[in-house]
Each structure stands twice: as structure tokens, then as C-alpha cells.
């Protein structure tokens, strides 16, 4: 089987969606909690 | 800082949000997780089968408004609750919104299907002249269509393949546009919602694969010449997108209509609630008898009730006799007579005579109203088995679409024939097989189910977590007095001590003088005894009660001590002249009590309890559950033991204090058991407390709800195996239904993304996945449902 040029691109364009679908809901997720919170902390009024 | 140093001295308060929009798991966590987000928030629980959000917060920081804000801004609908409704109006309101979602959804269900069909049908001329779709299609639901029913329908409706196909594409286009933007709106305003708070449910894999689809489809409706150019056949997926919107929302209707069965028994309750009651109220002519509505009722107002009529409120009888059926709320199938001073609850049956009573309470004090309310709580609370599901449900989806894109890629890299058709279709198939909503259902439904069996049977059982403990009980402690046996002890023998100059009706009419002060079962079965010989009972001038001894004090000038050994121990009384006639009367299983005047050992009297009809068979049932029986006592050891072998019971532990319960409860517990306790909510307390799971038993219409984690709500012990059995039934279940939602998307996932293709040719299509994931949340729903026919012994 020989993958072509297109095929190399599918394969790249998914890896990069499966990484920025992992991010976006496990790691961009988080940030805006553990903000607040620091903040929370900082400012507990 | 003043705002600090308020927030610091305003207590928390707590606030109970009905949510709306809710579906699954993944949907209640995010709701539950804004709010642990939000400042001012203490603990937040959200409860997907209630659609309630719980939430203490410091009402310095953040307001109830603030927290209904917060719920909205996740996408779901919440509004407070008035603080008047009470728990009646909370159920039916409940109840309305579940009939109306159920309808709605019907509707859309039914209007999608026949919008389905007809695509489907629209469609077939397009599929015909399609090699992917007329000749290698590997999804058996495609290729039944194709071979059987192109045939009939191009016999059937030549002129539908005379259309051209561009006039059927631009039409389904826009059916479909109209089917997504009215009946499946709510998938994608919630997806949206979800997505923009980094999160995703299930609505985000339905709007994903339905809207991936539809783009799709598009895109080769405007430009077919661009995918014909790419060697591509340009394919439109409308009436899979239909057809799948229709097969989830009957899936959803389905389960609407399930789950309000879960809280049939709640809503059971509620109706025991009469609209009415018939009181005497003063007129201008004297006093009249009026049907008033029970919220207009005041507490000790006089209710007039008839044979057949429902009790209306909760109360203590004036006058008249009957027989009132309190099976509705004790789980006890023979009628209760009731006669002057006695209680009735409302919402109870009466049954043979008319009768007046006085109302005593009302509203949300009233038993009934108690019970709905413990049930609500209980039905809404979670099970630690749920932490499972949870921990999943809050990483499924994002796995899911990592799974769908690399299914896509796979595909599109080996793919012999079609490889962008065939990546994209299993894509979609991935993306709509897989159902979280089995997972968030799993453990709640058979919670719910299992709460409201319990409450038929009169064992109410508060909340997940106790219901998993009561399942894994090894050793079950039983109280003696009130538990195993009746309670009601009655004096059986007086021997007078041989040097004693006193009468033995005198020693009894000092004795249940004395015993009028104190709260001890024995006294009051000393003090009916007295007054059943019309004997005249004198005021004590002193009174003492001396935990685990007995009681002291003066009656008529004469020194009392009535107690056990210890109590003549204190006093250096020698018990010899008697030993033997209480150690007698102990192994008889009598409680022998001594009784000491002015420093002289006078007479012992003998109090027995018989045991309860049904604690033998209560106690077979405990070692049939594998149980180990203890039994534990204030009372002598020869007692204890007698009552223990007449019960069947296996190991008895007699004369201990009421914290000497705790103890012995903490040493079982300190040998790897897990233990049960089984007594009254008032004096087994701390007991109760201590054990892993506190059976707190009824009497009659003294019924402490609110203690204990299971309320046995009447005094037979059989109940207690029976919540047992039941919890143990309720584990089954939630297993069974976790096991089938893992394994049905362990399953379910890798066949839609291909894997049985290179062995079988086998590919599902994205229809037949959106069958597949409606089927799968019913299933666990169904099984949930089974609990409400299980029987007991």
C-alpha cells in the first residue's frame, strides 16, 4: 500500500484535530477554573 | 475588608435550583462543575433524575439569583423555587414539566419519523444510480433497502425516478434544514453552550455527526462538479440526518416516559394528600361542618372523618373508634385501631367508624409531607458507585471525537473503493453510536426505583449512599427492647424478700409511684399494673434516674431504689436473699428488677417483653442474607440470652450503656465488619450513628424519620431484611446497568468504526447507530424498572 501526498495530509490534519480536541476540553478547560480560583483565594470577598 | 469580615460571620445557606434541559451525565456535571466554579460556593450537587441543583453558598459572596445566573449561562434553563412551595407542589410541578417534555418530544418524534420516511423514499432514486450506495455498500440496513425496496418502489412510483436529482437534493436540503432547526434545535444550542465552556455531552456528538453530515451533504448539493472532478460521487446524507434526529428523540421520549415511571412511588405519595377536609367551624347559627381546603386548616381545629374517607391531616382522635389502613405509608397490612388519644397521620385510610379528631400538624411538618420530602431528597441523591460513571462520562465524549477523526483517517488512508465516502460515513456512525446517556442513567434510575420500592414495602431508605452501605452489611446489631421484642413489657412476677415486714401491694404502690417519673418501658409496665388493681398512686418527693442502674427516690417518706445489681452495689444492699429468684426469673427471660427501702433489700419484681411475632422469622431471613446476628442490651445477661434463644439469634451482648453500644459497635467495626444497627431513633441514637448503616425503627404513629439512615416504618424487624435484600437487588441492577454501558460502547464504538469489516465486510450505517444508542439508554432505564416487580419473603 502506498500513501500519497493527500493521504500524509489527512494523517497530519488528524493528528492535529485529536491533539486541539484534547486540549480544548481537557487542558484549555481547566485554565479559566484554576484562574478563578487563584483569584478566589487572593480576594476571598 | 468589611465585605470579607461579612462574608466571614454570615453562616452558608443552602438552595435547592430546579434545572431544566438536563439529558445525561455529562450535562448534570457541567451544571454541578459552573457552580463549583462560581465564588461563594460552598458544595454543589446536581441531580440529572430530580433536575435539581443543591447548592450551600455564602450568601455574602453570591445570591440565589446570582446562582440561577450561573446555571443559564451553561445553557440550561433554572429558576428559584418559591420558599412557600412545599414538597407536594415541587412533585406535581416536577410532574408537569416531565409530561410536557415527554409530549413535546413525541411530537417532534413523530413529525421527524414520517419527515425520515419520506426523505428515505425521496432518496432512493438518487442512491440507485450510485455505485458506493448500489453496489458495494457493506451496512446491512443500506443494502436491505437498496435490494428490496428499490425494486417495489420503482414499480410502485415510476415518475419519482423520471425527477431530476438536483430538484431532489435542494428539496431534502431544505426538509432537512427544517427538521434540524425545529425538532433538533436543542441539540445544537446545547452543544454550543457546552462547547463554549469546554465541555461536551451528547448533545455535542449528535449535533457533531448530524451537522457533519448535513455539511457534507451540502457541499455536494451546491457543488457536485467539485467532488466529481476529486473522483468522488457526490452524496447526500439528508434522510440519514432525519432518520437520526427521529431515532434519538424517540429515544428520548422513550426515556422521558421511563424515568417518570422511577418516581411513580414519590408521586404515589403525594396523591395520598386529600384537597379537602370536612371541619366544625363556627357559623352564625352554631357550629356547622364545612369541607375546607387543607391549606385553610389551622392546628387544633376539629376534622370529622367517615368510613371509606381519607384521613386529611395529621391529628389525635377526640372521640369515636375505628379502624384506620396505614399500610399507604408503614408498610403494615392490618388495620390500626384508634380510639380517643390516639394519633392518626394524614394521607392513612379509615376504615370502619366515624371519628373527630383535633389537627395537630400541618403543612410541611405533617408526617406525609416529611416522608415526600425525605423521599425527594433520597431520589436525588447519589450512589458512590456513580463516581465511576462520572470519572468516565467526563472524558467519554472528547475520546469519542478523537475516535471518530482517527476512524476518519484510517479510512481514508486504506479505503479501496470510495475512501473519503466510506472514512466519512463511519466517522459519523462513531460519533452517533456512542451514548454517554447510558452511563449518567445507570446508577440514578435504579436508585430512584429502588428508593420508591422501599417505600412501599415501608422501609425508607435515605439516599444512594446508604442504600450501596446497606448492601454490604456482614453483621447486624438488633436493640432488644421495642425491637425484637414488643416493647411493651407487663409485670409478671413480685417476690417479696423473706426478712421484708412490708405488704406486696404496699411494695407495688410505692414502686409505680416512684416509676411514674421515670421514661423506661419496665417503669410504665409497672405503673399499668398498679393502676389495673386500682391501686392509688402517690407524688414522689424525690426523684432520680440513674443510667443503666435504675431509678431513686422518696414516696411517702420511705427511701426507694429500684434497679439491678449495681444499683444495690451503690447503695452496699447484699441482693443474696433474692439472687436466686432473679437469676431465675432472668433465665426465664424476665427482667428482674430489685427493690430496695430505707437501705433494705424489700422485694424483687419481674418485668418480661415478649417477643415479637415476627423477630424469629425476621432473624431467619438475616442468617438466609448470610448476616451474623448480635443482639445488644441494657438488660442482665440471663435475659438477654433467653429472649436471644427464643429469637434464634446468635451472639448477645447484655449489660451495656447506651455509649457501651457505641463501643461495641466500634469493636465489631475494628474487626472488618460492616455493620447494621436496628433500633429506636430516640434512645439508640448514638448507635445509630456509630454503625455503617442505622435502621431506625417505627412504633405505631411515632415515627422518627428523621433518623437513622433507613426508617423502618413499622416495628417489625422483617423490614430490615428486606432493605437488605433490596439494597443488595438495587447493587445488581446498577451494576448490570453499568456493565451494559461500558460494554455497549466497548462494542458498539469499534464495530461502527469499521473493525468487523476486513474479517465479515461488515459497516453500520450512521442509522443504524442512532437506533442502536436510543435502544441502549432504554435498556438501562428497563432494567432499572424491574426493581419495581421484585417480591420479598
Given at each position: 500500500m502506498t500513501i500519497s501526498g493527500i493521504d500524509w495530509l489527512v494523517i497530519v490534519a488528524g493528528i492535529a484535530a485529536i491533539a486541539w480536541v484534547n486540549w480544548y476540553f481537557f487542558v484549555a478547560g481547566r485554565k479559566p477554573a484554576a484562574l478563578q480560583r487563584e483569584q478566589h483565594d487572593d480576594n476571598p470577598s | 475588608m468589611s465585605t470579607t469580615a461579612s462574608s466571614a460571620t454570615l453562616p452558608d445557606e443552602s438552595v435547592r435550583i430546579p434545572v431544566a434541559g438536563m439529558t445525561c451525565a455529562a450535562c448534570s456535571s457541567r451544571v454541578q462543575a459552573a457552580l463549583q466554579k462560581?465564588?461563594?460556593?460552598v458544595d454543589a450537587n446536581v441531580n440529572l433524575m430530580m433536575k435539581t441543583a443543591t447548592v450551600r453558598f455564602n450568601p455574602a459572596v453570591v445570591s440565589p439569583e446570582g446562582l440561577v445566573s450561573t446555571i443559564e449561562a451553561t445553557g440550561y434553563g433554572a429558576h428559584l423555587a418559591s420558599p412557600e412551595e412545599t414538597a407536594f407542589e415541587e412533585q406535581a410541578e416536577r410532574d408537569r414539566v416531565a409530561a410536557e417534555e415527554f409530549r413535546e418530544l413525541k411530537f417532534k418524534a413523530v413529525v421527524s419519523a414520517v419527515a425520515g420516511a419520506v426523505a428515505m423514499i425521496v432518496s432512493m432514486p438518487l442512491m440507485a444510480g450510485d455505485p458506493v450506495h448500489s453496489g458495494v455498500t457493506a451496512d446491512p440496513f443500506m443494502r436491505w433497502a437498496m435490494e428490496s425496496l428499490t425494486p417495489r418502489l420503482r414499480a410502485a412510483t415510476p415518475w419519482l425516478y423520471e425527477i431530476p436529482s438536483a430538484v431532489i437534493t435542494w428539496t431534502l436540503l431544505f426538509m432537512t434544514l427544517g427538521i434540524m432547526a425545529w425538532a433538533g434545535r436543542h441539540f445544537y444550542t446545547r452543544a454550543w453552550a457546552a462547547f463554549r465552556h469546554h465541555s461536551a455531552d451528547m448533545n455535542t456528538l449528535v449535533a457533531v455527526g448530524t451537522g457533519a453530515a448535513f455539511l457534507y451533504s451540502v457541499l455536494a448539493t451546491v457543488a457536485p462538479g467539485f467532488f466529481l472532478a476529486s473522483g468522488v460521487m457526490p452524496d447526500v446524507y439528508y434522510e440519514a440526518v432525519i432518520i437520526i434526529i427521529a431515532l434519538i428523540l424517540t429515544g428520548n421520549a422513550f426515556e422521558a416516559r421511563a424515568k417518570t415511571q422511577t418516581s411513580s412511588a414519590l408521586r404515589s405519595l403525594v396523591q395520598?394528600?386529600?384537597?379537602t377536609a370536612r371541619v366544625v367551624r363556627n357559623g352564625p347559627e352554631g357550629e356547622v361542618e364545612v369541607d375546607a381546603p387543607i391549606e385553610t386548616l389551622e392546628a387544633g381545629e376539629t376534622v370529622i372523618v367517615r368510613p371509606?374517607?381519607?384521613?386529611?391531616v395529621d391529628g389525635e382522635v377526640l372521640s369515636g373508634e375505628s379502624a384506620v389502613d396505614e399500610s399507604m405509608l408503614t408498610g403494615e397490612s392490618l388495620p390500626v385501631a384508634k380510639k380517643a388519644g390516639d394519633a392518626v397521620i394524614g394521607g392513612t385510610v379509615n376504615r370502619t367508624g366515624a371519628f373527630r379528631y383535633r389537627a395537630t400538624t400541618l403543612g410541611s411538618d405533617s408526617v406525609l409531607s416529611r416522608i415526600v420530602k425525605l423521599m425527594r431528597d433520597a431520589q436525588g441523591s447519589r450512589a458512590p458507585i456513580q463516581k465511576l460513571a462520572d470519572r468516565v462520562s467526563g472524558i467519554f465524549v472528547p475520546v469519542v471525537i478523537s475516535i471518530a477523526i482517527a476512524t476518519f483517517v484510517a479510512w481514508f488512508v486504506t479505503?479501496?473503493?470510495?475512501p473519503a465516502v466510506r472514512a466519512f460515513v463511519a466517522a459519523v456512525a462513531v460519533l452517533i453510536i456512542a451514548c454517554p446517556c447510558a452511563m449518567g442513567l445507570a446508577v440514578p434510575t435504579a436508585v430512584m426505583v429502588s428508593t420508591g420500592k422501599g417505600a412501599e414495602l415501608g422501609v425508607l431508605i435515605k439516599g444512594g449512599e446508604a442504600l450501596q452501605r446497606a448492601g454490604d452489611i456482614s453483621t447486624i446489631v438488633l436493640d432488644k427492647?421495642?425491637?425484637?421484642?414488643?416493647?411493651m413489657p407487663a409485670v409478671t412476677d413480685l417476690i417479696m424478700a423473706p426478712?421484708?415486714?412490708?405488704?406486696a401491694e404496699d411494695v407495688v404502690r410505692l414502686v409505680a409511684s416512684i416509676e411514674?417519673?421515670?421514661?423506661h418501658p419496665l417503669a410504665d409496665a409497672i405503673v399499668r399494673h398498679a393502676r389495673e388493681r386500682g391501686i392509688s398512686l402517690a407524688v414522689p418527693e424525690a426523684f432520680d434516674s440513674v443510667t443503666g442502674r435504675g431509678v431513686v427516690g422518696v414516696v411517702d417518706g420511705a427511701a426507694l431504689a429500684v434497679g439491678n445489681v449495681a444499683m444495690l452495689a451503690d447503695f452496699a444492699i447484699d441482693p443474696a436473699p433474692l439472687a436466686a429468684d432473679a437469676e431465675r426469673l432472668a433465665s426465664e427471660g424476665k427482667t428482674p428488677m430489685y427493690v430496695a427501702m430505707d437501705g433494705e433489700l424489700a422485694a424483687v419484681v419481674a418485668v418480661a417483653d415478649p417477643i415479637r411475632e415476627s423477630s424469629r422469622e425476621a432473624v431467619r431471613r438475616f442468617h438466609e442474607l448470610g448476616l451474623e446476628v448480635v443482639m445488644l442490651t441494657g438488660d442482665n445477661r440471663h435475659t438477654a440470652e433467653a429472649i436471644a434463644r427464643q429469637a434464634g439469634i446468635d451472639r448477645v451482648v447484655a449489660e451495656v450503656l447506651p455509649d457501651g453500644k457505641v463501643a461495641e459497635i466500634d469493636r465489631l467495626q475494628s474487626e472488618g465488619k460492616v455493620v447494621a444497627m436496628v433500633g429506636d431513633?430516640?434512645?439508640d441514637a448514638p448507635a445509630l450513628a456509630k454503625s455503617d448503616v442505622g435502621m431506625a425503627i417505627g412504633t405505631g404513629t411515632d415515627?422518627?424519620?428523621?433518623?437513622?439512615?433507613?426508617?423502618?416504618?413499622?416495628?417489625?424487624?422483617?423490614a430490615a431484611a428486606q432493605a437488605v435484600e433490596l439494597s443488595r437487588r438495587t447493587m445488581r441492577t446498577m451494576k448490570q446497568n453499568l456493565f451494559w454501558a461500558f460494554i455497549y460502547n466497548v462494542i458498539g464504538i469499534p464495530i461502527a468504526a469499521g473493525v468487523l469489516y476486513p474479517a465479515f465486510g461488515l459497516l453500520l450505517s450512521p442509522i443504524l447507530a442512532s437506533a442502536a444508542m436510543a435502544f441502549s439508554s432504554v435498556s438501562v432505564v428497563a432494567n432499572s424498572l424491574r426493581l419495581r416487580r421484585v417480591k420479598f419473603a
Open positions: - | 462560581q465564588p461563594g460556593v395520598l394528600q386529600p384537597a371509606g374517607e381519607r384521613i386529611p479505503a479501496d473503493a470510495a427492647t421495642g425491637t425484637v421484642t414488643e416493647g426478712e421484708s415486714s412490708r405488704e411514674t417519673l421515670s421514661e431513633g430516640i434512645n415515627i422518627a424519620v428523621e433518623a437513622g439512615d433507613v426508617v423502618l416504618m413499622r416495628g417489625d424487624l422483617r
